[in-house]
C-alpha cells in the first residue's frame, strides 16, 4: 500500500490551508408529545344510562316515544360499540325483542283480548271449551283496538330488552365487574359470567357456520344447527373448565377474618337497608305512602351502602388500574336519568298523551316536550370517544 493510501482515506483527509470542520451528527429533534389514549368510559355509568332509559320505556305505552327510545339506544351502540366479541350481543337482543312483538300479537290473535272492539279484521274459527275453562277462547273475532292494546303493551317490554342488550353492548362486562364493591365480588362473577355466555355463545355459532360456509357444507336448517350445535357446547365446556381453573388459580372464594360483632352488623345493616329500600319504592308507587316513601328510601340505601362497606373488609383482593368516575360518567348518567325523569313527570302531568286510548281506536300523537327529553339521551355519542380512537395505540 502507498503512502497515499487508499482512495477512500484520501479523500477524506483534510485539505491543506483549511480548517478541519467534524460533521456532526445530526440531533434528533425534539421528541414529540405522545398522545394519550382516551380513557374509557366507565362501564357503570352505561348500565345506569340504558337502565334510565329502559326506566323511562315503562313509563309510557305510546308507540312513537317508545320507538325513538329504541332509536337513541340504536344510535349510541351503533357510534360507541367497542370491537369486541361481548359488544355482538345487540343484534340478538333486537331480535329477542321481536319475537316478544310477535309472539304477544300471535297470542292475541288466538286467544283473543280482553279489550272490547268495534273494528273487526277477521274471524278465526272458534273452538268450544269446556265449563272450567270460562274466560279463555281459541278462535272468534280479531279486532284491530285488541291488536294495538297488545302492540303498545308489547312495544314496552321489547324497548327494555333492547335498552339491556344497549348496555350489555357498550359496557365492558370484565371492567364491571372490577369496579363492584368487595361485597358483591362473588355474586358479581356470577353475573359476569351469564353476561359473557350469550356473546361468547353467537361468536362461536357464527365462526363454526363460517367455517362449514368455507369447506362448502350446509350451515341452514335442522341439520345445520345439529351438525353446529355439538362444537358449540364442547367449546362452551372447555370455557367452563378453563375458567374454573383461573379462578381456583387466583385464590377466588377467600376470604380474611372479621371479628363476629363486624359480620352481625354488617348483616343487619345489609338487610335492614334492602326492606327499607323495598318499602321505601312501595311507598313511592302508592297515594297513601307518599309522605314516608321517600325518607324510607334514603335511610334503607344508606344503611344498605353501610352494610356493603363492611362486607367489603372480608373480601381479600386488589384491583389493577381501577376504573375512574369522571365528569363523563356524570354526564352520561346524568343523561339517562334526565330522560327517565322527563319521563315519570310527563306520566303524572299529561297521562293521556303518553297512554294513548285504543278504545275508541286513535292515532298516537307525539307529544313534543317529552320527546325533546329523550333526545338528551343522545349525549353519551358525543361525549365519549370513538371506538377507534380509544382503541388506537399512541403513536
Same mark, same amino acid.
Given at each position: 500500500?502507498?503512502?497515499?493510501?487508499?482512495?477512500?482515506?484520501?479523500?477524506?483527509?483534510?485539505?491543506?490551508?483549511?480548517?478541519?470542520?467534524?460533521?456532526?451528527?445530526?440531533?434528533?429533534?425534539?421528541?414529540?408529545?405522545?398522545?394519550?389514549?382516551?380513557?374509557?368510559?366507565?362501564?357503570?355509568?352505561?348500565?345506569?344510562?340504558?337502565?334510565?332509559?329502559?326506566?323511562?320505556?315503562?313509563?309510557?305505552?305510546?308507540?312513537?316515544?317508545?320507538?325513538?327510545?329504541?332509536?337513541?339506544?340504536?344510535?349510541?351502540?351503533?357510534?360507541?360499540?367497542?370491537?369486541?366479541?361481548?359488544?355482538?350481543?345487540?343484534?340478538?337482543?333486537?331480535?329477542?325483542?321481536?319475537?316478544?312483538?310477535?309472539?304477544?300479537?300471535?297470542?292475541?290473535?288466538?286467544?283473543?283480548?280482553?279489550?272490547?272492539?268495534?273494528?273487526?279484521?277477521?274471524?278465526?274459527?272458534?273452538?268450544?271449551?269446556?265449563?272450567?275453562?270460562?274466560?279463555?277462547?281459541?278462535?272468534?273475532?280479531?279486532?284491530?283496538?285488541?291488536?294495538?292494546?297488545?302492540?303498545?303493551?308489547?312495544?314496552?317490554?321489547?324497548?327494555?330488552?333492547?335498552?339491556?342488550?344497549?348496555?350489555?353492548?357498550?359496557?365492558?362486562?370484565?371492567?364491571?365487574?372490577?369496579?363492584?364493591?368487595?361485597?358483591?365480588?362473588?355474586?358479581?362473577?356470577?353475573?359476569?359470567?351469564?353476561?359473557?355466555?350469550?356473546?361468547?355463545?353467537?361468536?362461536?355459532?357464527?365462526?363454526?357456520? !363460517? %367455517?362449514? =360456509?368455507?369447506?362448502?357444507?350446509?350451515?341452514? #336448517? @335442522?341439520?345445520? $344447527?345439529?351438525?353446529?350445535? +355439538? *362444537?358449540?357446547?364442547?367449546?362452551?365446556?372447555?370455557?367452563?373448565?378453563?375458567?374454573?381453573?383461573?379462578?381456583?388459580?387466583?385464590?377466588?372464594?377467600?376470604?380474611?377474618?372479621?371479628?363476629?360483632?363486624?359480620?352481625?352488623?354488617?348483616?343487619?345493616?345489609?338487610?335492614?337497608?334492602?326492606?327499607?329500600?323495598?318499602?321505601?319504592?312501595?311507598?313511592?308507587?302508592?297515594?297513601?305512602?307518599?309522605?314516608?316513601?321517600?325518607?324510607?328510601?334514603?335511610?334503607?340505601?344508606?344503611?344498605?351502602?353501610?352494610?356493603?362497606?363492611?362486607?367489603?373488609?372480608?373480601?381479600?383482593?386488589?384491583?389493577?388500574?381501577?376504573?375512574?368516575?369522571?365528569?363523563?360518567?356524570?354526564?352520561?348518567?346524568?343523561?339517562?336519568?334526565?330522560?327517565?325523569?322527563?319521563?315519570?313527570? !310527563? %306520566?303524572? =302531568?299529561?297521562?293521556?298523551?303518553?297512554?294513548? #286510548? @285504543?278504545?275508541? $281506536?286513535?292515532?298516537?300523537? +307525539? *307529544?313534543?316536550?317529552?320527546?325533546?327529553?329523550?333526545?338528551?339521551?343522545?349525549?353519551?355519542?358525543?361525549?365519549?370517544?370513538?371506538?377507534?380512537?380509544?382503541?388506537?395505540?399512541?403513536?
Amino acid at each position: 500500500m502507498g503512502a497515499g493510501g487508499t482512495p477512500q482515506a484520501r479523500a477524506s483527509a483534510p485539505t491543506p490551508g483549511h480548517q478541519h470542520t467534524a460533521t456532526a451528527r445530526p440531533r434528533s429533534a425534539a421528541p414529540t408529545p405522545r398522545h394519550q389514549r382516551p380513557t374509557p368510559l366507565h362501564p357503570g355509568a352505561w348500565w345506569l344510562w340504558a337502565l334510565s332509559l329502559g326506566t323511562a320505556a315503562t313509563r309510557t305505552t305510546n308507540p312513537l316515544l317508545l320507538a325513538l327510545l329504541i332509536a337513541v339506544s340504536a344510535y349510541v351502540v351503533i357510534s360507541r360499540r367497542p370491537h369486541a366479541p361481548w359488544s355482538r350481543s345487540y343484534g340478538a337482543f333486537v331480535k329477542l325483542a321481536l319475537a316478544v312483538l310477535v309472539i304477544r300479537l300471535l297470542f292475541t290473535t288466538v286467544l283473543g283480548s280482553p279489550i272490547p272492539g268495534t273494528h273487526t279484521l277477521v274471524t278465526l274459527p272458534e273452538v268450544p271449551l269446556p265449563d272450567w275453562a270460562q274466560g279463555i277462547r281459541l278462535g272468534g273475532r280479531v279486532t284491530a283496538e285488541g291488536l294495538a292494546f297488545a302492540l303498545y303493551d308489547a312495544m314496552k317490554l321489547a324497548t327494555l330488552l333492547i335498552c339491556v342488550g344497549a348496555a350489555n353492548a357498550l359496557a365492558n362486562p370484565s371492567r364491571l365487574l372490577k369496579s363492584l364493591p368487595g361485597a358483591l365480588y362473588e355474586m358479581g362473577v356470577a353475573v359476569v359470567v351469564a353476561l359473557t355466555f350469550a356473546p361468547n355463545l353467537i361468536a362461536d355459532v357464527q365462526r363454526l357456520r !363460517a %367455517a362449514r =360456509r368455507l369447506r362448502g357444507r350446509p350451515d341452514n #336448517g @335442522v341439520r345445520g $344447527l345439529l351438525q353446529v350445535g +355439538l *362444537p358449540v357446547l364442547e367449546g362452551a365446556l372447555e370455557r367452563s373448565v378453563a375458567l374454573a381453573a383461573a379462578m381456583d388459580a387466583r385464590g377466588y372464594g377467600r376470604t380474611a377474618q372479621v371479628p363476629t360483632a363486624v359480620r352481625r352488623t354488617t348483616a343487619a345493616l345489609t338487610l335492614g337497608g334492602l326492606l327499607g329500600v323495598c318499602a321505601g319504592t312501595y311507598g313511592l308507587l302508592t297515594a297513601a305512602g307518599g309522605t314516608y316513601g321517600i325518607p324510607v328510601l334514603v335511610l334503607g340505601l344508606a344503611a344498605a351502602l353501610a352494610g356493603l362497606w363492611l362486607g367489603g373488609r372480608r373480601t381479600v383482593r386488589t384491583r389493577y388500574r381501577p376504573d375512574r368516575w369522571d365528569a363523563r360518567a356524570w354526564l352520561v348518567t346524568g343523561s339517562g336519568v334526565a330522560v327517565a325523569a322527563a319521563l315519570f313527570l !310527563a %306520566a303524572a =302531568r299529561d297521562p293521556a298523551a303518553l297512554h294513548p #286510548g @285504543v278504545v275508541p $281506536l286513535v292515532a298516537p300523537s +307525539l *307529544p313534543l316536550w317529552p320527546a325533546a327529553a329523550i333526545l338528551v339521551g343522545l349525549l353519551p355519542a358525543f361525549l365519549t370517544p370513538a371506538p377507534e380512537t380509544a382503541a388506537k395505540e399512541p403513536s
